[in-house]
């Protein structure tokens, strides 16, 4: 593995164009640096090595950048650089052996906070980063696990609703180093890089200390590495096709691997699920005796109405209905993901088992207000609009097409897309095929990237040739894609969604100027 390249250029787009000038080099940069990594670790603090702002993130941005301090951020290349030379989250052996092992030597961090566990298969980080709001407003001091991050590793731990400062990150691995050496020594495969990273979060928020951890699953839930906490409410977010090749074929298959997370006495948080999927994951709680919320019964969307910068709410929860709730997000699925993370902070503060009432309303209603979710219908540019969303699979690709056209009066918009080769792409292609007017098939800096002749022949498929661009550099893409949203006055109203995979959505990120 290669060590990070050093990063010095802090060139960025001009407010309206790109410049051309010197844009293909530092694109050919992190493309030849990534092709020498692990794919997992690919846009790993890539903000230092693309594009950016003059001016830097904007203030409030929820992604960091990287460390000012030289010394600081030299520190956390090498810990990046330790953690590439381990297994990457798409190499799997399915057990929680190791991560177990890991937290008996440590003391058994996961033990010292309750816990908020959820998997499924969409919607997972957006319902995490609601469950954290709503538990900060009410002053309980927070830690949150989630994968994978957009453009930063340090994101994937959060404290008190913000991302582990680099130095805390660093001292973390530097601190759980030579227990992971002596776990290594023991096992018959090293800890891996999700290994190592779950350990870490555990071991931060024990250190805080929080009152309660948001943990997201990295895969499936039986053997997931997060799956060594014992949480007080396991939550589902919408279950559908992915990762067949390692949970499953069918949306029932795919719900017993994620319903190993459903623990004895716990409460279970349910979204809507395929009847099949529901069944599994209803079978579980019945045998380890969990109770069971089901959204569309016990909790739910009771209205909702697209608002200026998102959408205005009312919410049924375990104890009552929440009205007036607003909510900076676009998109039905997100009022959805609402419904179940306000369900979920109910059944962890006992309404609806011990207490017959509700949260207070003014704290529910602030903790919505201020959510944020990068990389999810998230707006970064305007004149024309640029859009950035990280659906990487139809059943992500169907939600975000519903919440563009719902929220976004475009009369033309352009699609920028990239996917992973190991994701249906012909199936996300087809769920946008009706709201693009033209499709630019491009590559991000993931060596995983599905070959940009593979995906443009799919794209021609479902689009016909007239309507596929292809530009093998995503910068290169970005400009073509906004050169035809604007290349008609009538136009006017032009926009362009980047899409396909999280790993397009954090490039593209650092290479448009935010806001």
């Known amino acids: 593995m290669s060590e990070p390249s050093d990063q010095n250029d802090r060139d960025q787009f001009d407010d309206d164009r790109f410049d051309d000038s010197d844009q293909g080099d530092l694109f050919d940069d992190i493309v030849d640096t990534e092709t020498t990594r692990d794919p997992d670790l690919a846009v790993i603090e890539a903000g230092s090595r693309t594009l950016r702002a003059m001016s830097g993130p904007p203030q409030g941005d929820p992604v960091p950048s990287r460390p000012a301090d030289p010394e600081v951020d030299k520190a956390l290349r090498d810990v990046e650089t330790e953690l590439s030379t381990r297994w990457g989250e798409t190499k799997l052996e399915p057990s929680v052996t190791r991560i177990a092992a890991l937290m008996d030597v440590l003391g058994e961090p996961q033990r010292a906070y309750p816990s908020i566990h959820i998997t499924g298969t969409n919607g997972k980080t957006s319902t995490a980063r609601m469950i954290e709001a709503l538990l900060g407003a009410f002053d309980l001091r927070t830690g949150r696990y989630t994968s994978p991050h957009v453009q930063t590793i340090t994101e994937r731990i959060s404290l008190d609703g913000a991302p582990i400062d680099p130095e805390r990150f660093v001292e973390t691995y530097r601190d759980i180093a030579p227990y992971v050496e002596l776990v290594d020594a023991r096992e018959e495969y090293r800890l891996s890089f999700f290994e190592v990273l779950t350990g870490m979060a555990y071991a931060a928020f024990a250190d805080a200390p929080v009152d309660a951890a948001v943990v997201e699953v990295g895969m499936g839930g039986t053997w997931d590495a997060t799956n060594v906490i014992d949480a007080s409410v396991a939550v589902v977010t919408p279950i559908d096709l992915d990762h067949t090749d390692r949970l499953g074929g069918t949306t029932a298959e795919i719900a017993g691997e994620k319903s190993g997370i459903i623990k004895p006495d716990a409460t279970v948080i349910l979204a809507q699920q395929p009847v099949d ?15 069971v919320a089901r959204e569309g019964m016990e909790f739910g969307v009771v209205s909702r109405e697209v608002a200026v910068g998102g959408q205005l709410l009312t919410l049924r929860g375990l104890g009552g209905e929440y009205d007036d709730v607003f909510l900076p997000l676009h998109g039905a699925y997100q009022a959805h993901n609402a419904a179940v993370a306000l369900a979920a902070v109910e059944a962890f503060f006992g309404i609806g088992a011990q207490h017959a009432r509700t949260l207070d309303i003014d704290t529910v209603r602030r903790a919505f207000a201020q959510v944020a979710s990068p990389g999810r219908l998230e707006v970064v540019r305007k004149s024309p609009t640029v859009i950035l969303d990280a659906a990487h ?123």
């Open 277 to 291: 999927a529901a069944q599994v994951l209803l079978k579980k709680a019945v045998d380890v005796d969990a109770t």
């Open 393 to 515: 699979n139809p059943h992500g690709a169907r939600a975000t097409a519903e919440g563009v056209s719902e929220a976004f009066g475009f009369s033309r918009l352009i699609g920028v897309v990239s996917t992973s080769g190991d994701k249906d792409a012909k199936g996300l292609l087809e769920a946008f095929e009706p709201i693009f007017a033209e499709v630019v098939i491009t590559a991000n800096s993931n060596p995983r990237a599905t070959d940009v002749d593979a995906l443009a022949a799919l794209a021609v498929e479902v689009f016909g040739e007239d309507r596929v661009v292809v530009e093998p550099r995503l910068d290169d893409a970005l400009e073509a894609a906004i050169t035809l949203a604007e290349e008609e006055g009538e136009y006017a109203g032009a926009g362009v969604l980047v899409t396909g995979s999280i790993f397009t959505v954090g490039d593209a990120r650092l290479l448009l100027k935010k806001g």
